[in-house]
Structure formats: structure tokens, C-alpha cells
């Protein structure tokens, strides 16, 4: 029997170059090696956008054509949205006896993003609780793997706790304790240079973009500051364009004569950033075409999604039922 | 169309006189005037016995006859487990954009309940989102009135905003603002004089108590510790023999006589709590007697429970799809 493994997408955006590289080329070898759920988390994507609806609603189809430009395999992948396996919520209702708020309160990324919305003076509750609710996604379809970040490593071991203590207090192994899967993590700076990728920082590269969008882009990647003129020595070190021709150009001889050349005040900015785009379209012209299909096919994806999530519900529901037996609060009609 | 009420209980033991007076009589005259909704908060209770189910499973059907007893009409009264309608904990979900933690970390009568459970420095997160999940309980069956005391008018203050706030933002009614329905307060001293009757403090009497433990724990109750002899004039005001007499003794003539004599040295609490046992048996056996019915049958009636808990289901199912409409996270298939 193969693992599980869950990933997933809150629904705020469509996807970019970022995303590609840190997680969606990753799940498209994953669908062959385990059983793969992919969830879309509206419910989550509402807890700092609930005045915002739309964004969440129409990012929810917009991911669904990212995820079938880059390959995920409707048949192989089971892509689900959190809202239609409601089961979640009542997991999440049994797992919060076991994990105290001062616990949560002391969670490092939730102090950030707390901080970052200015939620210090008044932290939404839906906000708060969703470290938990997340475990809930996880135990939901009793997941074997959760291919995260080392820095979410903490967010599984919380999790891992809590189905350890459900299944220590009712005496039965009842819930999976999840493990992180640790890929090597690809870190995509923005075309800005920040060092993330992200759309209200207006410096991202979509899946979505059109040839003419991405040659725009790439023609505004921030390079080397200190390089005023062509001939001047460059830098190559953490200058975005080559750390993007290291991501995206597969012909090795080129980078390399491109960066010494650089370095050396040899090239312009202009031929970098044209072979950049050529090796980028190379790669983002398939995927750009299967987007189109995507788009074309978009209301039989979110039809699958429906379906995978009645899947996911009722293997929530078993568990769900499982935990009630343990608890004592199973009852059947006479 | 009748309004429809909502009331409940956590099942954590056996209902006592303190139910009865303060709750119980009340609603067996609601059940006739409203649509009425009884909830047996089992999902609740656990919250502060996850480790101890048995009890909480138990009481249910301890529960379930003492409503029998009293005269709850199953018929005209709706009365479901909290745990067969889980639609609750997604209106939840739902609800939580809506309260800030600082919000509920205000709330006095929780801060009470943390102090006394010593809950302080690690306060499970099932316990500390129960006000809130009281509040999806409510708009489950979209309850126009409740029945509270009025210690608890802001919990359902607490709610309505929460309504409010709902409906606002996303710019339709969907959820009913529940008005709270005072109704006179009876407080019901335990039987040593502490102001609160309970299980934990060894001093109630209960609905289910027989003829022979009545008669005990009225001979035991604690009256004026300054009277010694029964020639030295006592206090009535405040005793708890005389508060009961005044709750279940109908014979006014009898009880102002004693009340007399008992100032002036000329009764023994003998014949005061022979008198008051009489009184109080002629209420509770009729009482006791539905309960011995209801023993035989507490299969029948957890399975109505059963029953009523799958009418609310459909109720909060419908209004759980209404929300997520508004939300924009209803899909309905192609």
C-alpha cells in the first residue's frame, strides 16, 4: 500500500515561478511514488480574507489550472477543497482539547504573521486556531508524509503531539502521527530582489503570464546596482538574474561564459536578460499551453475537485467516527 | 409561526432540584408557547472531562430521563445531541472570523471558570473557544430566544454581535440576532447552605433520589447554627429549611406557622424538616415515579434524541449552506 502524502494551496493567488520551483514540480514526481492528496484550503484562505470572498473564490479555479499546467494528474492526485469535506471542522473540534492555547500563542510563525496583520490588539479567532485546524487537515486523511519547509518542521511535530495525546487519553491508536517529508528547498527570490516572491510586492513571475508578460519581466530583473555601464565588473553572487539562470537555464556553458563574462565587464545586462527569457519561455511555454486547456476545461477541474473532496469527506468521516467511538460518543439507532 | 427557544445542558450528572426550579419547570411551560430546541451538549462537556468520557456518556441518558420525569414532552420539545449534529462545529469555523481571542480572554465568566480549574497558565483550546461555539450552537437552529439568567445576557450579547457582524459583511441576513428571555431567577441553596447545589460539593438532592435518601439529606439539611435548643428563638431568613419550605411547600398557612414558632423558640427542627420532607415528597414523587418509567425506556428515548438531532442536522446543514453561499464557498456540481 503506498503512503500518503498532503499537500496543499491556500487559495489567495495564482500560482508563480516560486511556487514551481519550492513544491508544484515536487508533487508531480510525489503523484507517482504515494498516494497524493492536494488540498485547496478556502476555509483557511478566509480566515484573513473572510471581508474578501472573491479573491478566495476566484483563486480557487485559478489554482486548479496551475496545478494541471504543471502536471499534477487529476487520476493519480486527489485534489479536494476544504469546504466540501466539512469533516475537517468536527476533527478540528476533537483535537482542540489537546493542545492549550499558551501553546499556540508561542508558536514563532504565528507571532510573525501576527505581527505582519497588526492583529496584536485583536487576533480574528479563525486566524488564530488555524496551526490546529491544520493539524485537522492532516489527521483528516490520517496522512503519512507532509512534504514541508524545515522551517514548518515545528508546525508537524505540534501536530504529531496532538494525535499522540488523542490516542494516549482514549487508549487507542486511532490517529497517524504525520511526518515531515524534507525536500531540498528552492528559494525564488522577485524579480525586485526581495527575497519573496509574492503578489502584493508586484514582483512575481506567474504561470499564467503571457510570452510578452514574462520578456517584460525578466527585462526589469533587478541585476547588479553597483554596475552602471556594461564594461563595469559585475557581481554574480545572489544577483537574481543568474540565480535565475541557475533555476531555469539548463545549458550550463552558457550560464557559466554568461557569469564570467560578467564578472569581467564583457556583457550587457540585455544579452543576460534575453537568454534568461529564452531558457525561462522554453520551460514556461509548455506549462502556458496547458494553462489554456486548463482554462478551457476549468469547470470539469473544479468538477474533480468536487469529486476528490467527497472522497476526502468520507474518509473524514470514518475518522471522525472513530475518534467518537473512542471518546463514547458514537451512538447508532436501535 | 411559533419563535423557537433554544436551551440545553451539558451532561456532566444527574439533574438536581436547583435544575428543576431554575430551569426544568420553566421549560416543560416554553414547550407548550414555543418551537422548542433541547440540546444535550455532550461535545461540551467534554471539553473539561476529555479524559473521563464515561461520564459524560453516561449522563446522557441520566439526562435524557430526568427530562422525562419532569415532563418534557419529547413530542412538543425537540431534544438532540450536540455530538449528531456536527454541522455545529463548521458554523464555528465559520464564525470564528468574527471574535477577537482578546474578546473572549475578556469574557468574566470564563475568566472565572479558568481560575477555577486552575486552567491559568495552560488552558486547553477546546474549553477556551466554548463561548463562542455556545454562539454557533444558537445559530445552528437560528434560535430566536434563549433562555439565560441574567449573569449570562452578555454571552448572548456576545452572539448577536457575532450575527451582526456575519450578516454585515457579507451583506445578507442569514443569521438571526437570539434575544435572551429572562425569565425570574431561582437560586436553590444546597442542602449545607453553600449558594450553589452539585455533584462535587456533596450537597444536592436529585431528581432521581429515592424516598428514603429525600428524607436523609432533608434531615441533614443545615439550619440556624445559633439556635441549639429548639426553645432558642432562630432565624428565618436566609435558613435554608425555611427557603425550601417557601420553594415546595403550597400549604402557606403551615409554613408561616412554622416560621412563627421557629422565631420564637416554639418548634424543633424535627417537625420543620418532617413538614418540608412532606412537602417536597409530594412533589418529587410524581417525579421520581415518570423517572422509574423512564428508566425502562431510555433506549426509546435516546433514540428520539437520536431522531431530534437529525432534524437540527438538516436545519444546521441549511443554514451552514447559506453561509457558505454568501461566502462564496458553495459548489454544486456541474
Known sequence: MKKRVLTGDRPTGKLHIGHLKGSLLNRVKLQDEYE????????????DNYNNPDKIRNSIEELLCDYYAVGIDFD?????????????????????????????????TLKTEIEQKNFEKSTPLGFFIYPIHQAADILLVNAD?????????????????IARKFNQTYGKKIL????????????????????????????AIYLADSEKEL????????????????????????????????????????VNDLKERYKKGKVGDVE???????????????????????????????????????????????????????????????
Chains 1, 2 share one sequence.
Open 36 to 47: 497524493q492528496f492536494i488540498l485547496i484550503a478556502n476555509i483557511q484562505g478566509l480566515t
Open 76 to 108: 493519480k492526485s486527489t485534489v479536494y477543497i476544504q469546504s466540501e469535506a466539512p469533516e475537517v471542522h468536527e476533527i478540528f473540534i476533537y483535537l482542540s482539547n489537546f493542545v492549550s492555547i499558551q501553546k499556540i500563542l508561542h508558536n514563532p
Open 215 to 254: 520578456r517584460e519581466k525578466v527585462f526589469r530583473i533587478k541585476t547588479d546596482p553597483n554596475r552602471i555601464h556594461a564594461t563595469d565588473p559585475g557581481t554574480v553572487e545572489g544577483n537574481v538574474v543568474f540565480i535565475y539562470h541557475d533555476l531555469f537555464n539548463p545549458n550550463l556553458d552558457e
Open 176 to 203: 497517524n502521527e504525520p511526518q515531515p517529508l524534507f525536500g531540498v528547498t528552492v528559494n525564488v527570490p522577485g524579480i525586485d530582489g526581495n527575497a519573496k516572491m509574492g503578489k502584493s510586492l508586484n514582483n
Open 145 to 161: 508524509l507532509v512534504p514541508v519547509g524545515r522551517d514548518q518542521a515545528p508546525m508537524i511535530e505540534d501536530c504529531r503531539e
Open 272 to 334: 543576460v536578460k534575453q537568454k534568461l527569457f529564452e531558457a525561462m519561455n522554453n520551460v514556461l511555454t509548455p506549462i502556458r499551453e496547458r494553462r489554456q486547456e486548463a482554462e478551457k476545461i476549468k469547470k470539469q477541474l473544479l468538477e474533480r475537485a468536487i469529486e476528490g473532496s467527497r472522497k476526502v469527506s468520507k474518509i473524514g468521516r470514518e475518522i471522525a467516527d472513530q475518534m467518537k467511538e473512542v471518546m463514547q460518543m458514537k451512538f447508532s439507532r436501535i
